[in-house]
């Protein structure tokens, strides 16, 4: 596939209502350093300039989050707003919809994942342009997990098959809108790339980055915070 912006896209969702952040606003509104998680979010898909199509999924009747998508200026990209569902698959959808029809490489990011490098979105649009129908970021887990039935452990995969999977999710175009054309489906997975791995499809895994991780709680929100305001963080977002 080329590597032309113009036939890349970009699906943020930010239509969560973070409620376990506990600030009685929509996540990505949520100010962390003095920007929003979503004015963060963005910055690492422009710097990244893998894509000419950016769509950003708020929740329905928002006016505050597509201001702030409305006030991102970019020569060469359009950015557009729309109205989010009542789950992530929906929004998604609602997001996919959105996007131009020709476009041949659509990534799907969690605004949520706020701090996620510029080369992660790189190096997963780079591996679906080599041909790979569907690309996850992921890092390894430093914890031992246990599989568990109740309160019993019933087993411990070996830690070194598991990998704590990212955003942004990379996707051939039409694989993706198949993977989304059964919403039944859709409604009990929990990220895209489960989708396509209920069609038979292999998802192959990119190397992802430890700054991906999602803001879900006051404690991740305080992590971010620090590490915006690192000397080094400048260089790790490059």
Not at 78 to 106: F, H, K, Q
Not at 209 to 232: C, G, M, N, S
């Amino acid at each position: 596939m080329s590597e032309d912006p113009s036939r890349v896209g970009v699906i943020v969702v930010a239509a969560g209502a973070g409620e376990r952040l506990g600030r009685g606003i929509p996540k990505a509104l949520v100010q962390c350093a003095g920007r929003t998680l979503l004015e963060h979010a963005l910055h690492g898909v422009l710097t990244s300039a893998v894509a000419a199509h950016v769509t950003v999924v708020v929740p329905r009747g928002d006016s505050q989050l597509r201001s702030i998508v409305a006030a991102q200026t970019h020569p060469q990209v359009t950015m557009t707003a729309v109205d989010g569902g009542s789950n992530r698959p929906e929004s998604v959808r609602a997001g996919l919809n959105a996007l131009p029809p020709d476009i041949d490489i659509v990534l799907v990011h969690d605004a949520a994942r706020a701090l996620t490098p510029p080369h992660v979105f790189r190096a997963v649009a780079a591996c679906v342009r080599k041909g790979s129908a569907a690309v996850v970021p992921g890092i390894p887990v430093s914890d031992t997990i246990k599989v568990v039935e109740g309160d019993t452990v019933t087993s411990t995969p070996e830690r070194a098959l598991l990998r704590a999977v990212q955003t942004p999710q990379g996707f051939n175009a039409a694989t993706l809108r198949t993977a989304h054309a059964d919403p039944s489906a859709a409604a009990s997975a929990t990220d895209d790339a489960m989708l396509v791995e209920m069609l038979g499809i292999p998802v192959t895994l990119a190397q992802g980055d430890p700054l991906a991780f999602k803001v879900t709680t006051p404690l991740d929100l305080t992590l971010a915070e620090a590490i915006l305001q690192a000397p080094q963080y400048a260089k790790e977002q490059q």
